[in-house]
């Protein structure tokens, strides 16, 4: 057992439905999640923490990659880490949308229709290679992703909380599949890549797991009560008004900056501040920092920008993606606010 979770487990009892926890106690419990996720996923701590990030921000994760670089298996980790329900879609050509949300069944015994769950009702959606479901099955995920609720038949089925959809995507083999449109793209909170490992971490994956994977004997650190205690501590994370107006100055210049067709929604810069608030809590801070933001500016809203054809005509590939480069140079270019980000 590593040393966070060891002293996670010896100074946290168990968290009572509704209880509240201190900062202090979500940054030892994000600390042990991480931690027990890196005895599979090693050398990616801000791919592993950035996940979390969203989790604990009540958003969901696009995971977009190369294939074999370890997608499913971090959000398979992060499912194992935390006590709660967990589904996995493997989303094909051929899935339909009653596949995702459920379908109503025809009872013989009571004689009506009765409602059968579909995956998605769980506290945690895994979606594997979602970009290979048709545009329809994809837009079944919309008002689950947005209201967390599912509507079959004139009814209403609210989803559990917390409720988080990690999805992958493989952004090279484009045959076979449909891209997500911005308006699927823009229900994501953060877009991360995986990165091949380091020589170092690829030789010690080729020593564990010969023979089997690591995976397998990978147990919870964090209970559903514990991580709905997070999550509610995270909510009350403060944000000065300096703060909020560097957010909305970030998403502000992307919608006016000579390089972009589309710019960052409302929405953006909504979840742009939920994902700082965990950010500061998972760093042990009950007030958010410009640090935080900018931390999170370019998983947070380049997934959600469209660049002009003429900057994808003039960009050097070498120097990475186009729209990272953008994102941060909105960011650098952003007066950061001088007024105090703590709480009066």
Known sequence: MSEAVAAVGETRGPVASGATLSIDAVGSRAAAIVQNVETVIAGKREAVTAALTVVLAEGHLLIEDVPGVGKTMLAKALARSVDATVSRIQFTPDLLPSDVTGVSVFDQASRKFEFKRGPVFANLVIGDEINRASPKTQ??????????????????????????????????????????????????????????????????????????????????????????????????????????????????????????????????????????????????????LPDDVDALAVPVLAHRLVPTSRALGSHDRDSGPLIDAIVRRIVGETPVPVGSARRN
């Not at 909504?270 to 994902?275: K, N, T, V, Y």
Request: include cysteine.
């Open 139 to 288: 837009s079944a995920l919309l008002e689950c992703m947005e209201e967390r609720q599912v509507t079959a038949d004139g009814t209403t089925y609210r989803l559990d909380a917390p409720f988080t959809v990690v999805a992958t995507q493989n952004p090279v083999e484009m045959e076979g599949t449909y891209p997500l449109p911005e308006a699927q793209r823009d229900r994501f909170m953060a877009r991360i890549s995986m990165g091949y490992p380091s020589s170092a971490d690829e030789l010690a994956m080729l020593a564990t797991r010969e023979t089997s994977s690591p995976i397998d004997d990978l147990g919870s650190v964090v209970g559903l009560d514990e991580l709905r205690a997070m999550i509610t501590a995270v909510q009350h994370v403060f944000t000065s008004q300096p703060v909020k107006e560097y957010a909305v100055e970030l998403a502000r210049t992307t919608r006016d900056d000579r390089q972009l067709r589309l710019g960052a929604s409302p929405r953006a810069t909504l979840q742009l501040i939920r994902a700082a608030k965990a950010h500061a809590a998972m760093h042990g801070r009950d007030f958010v």
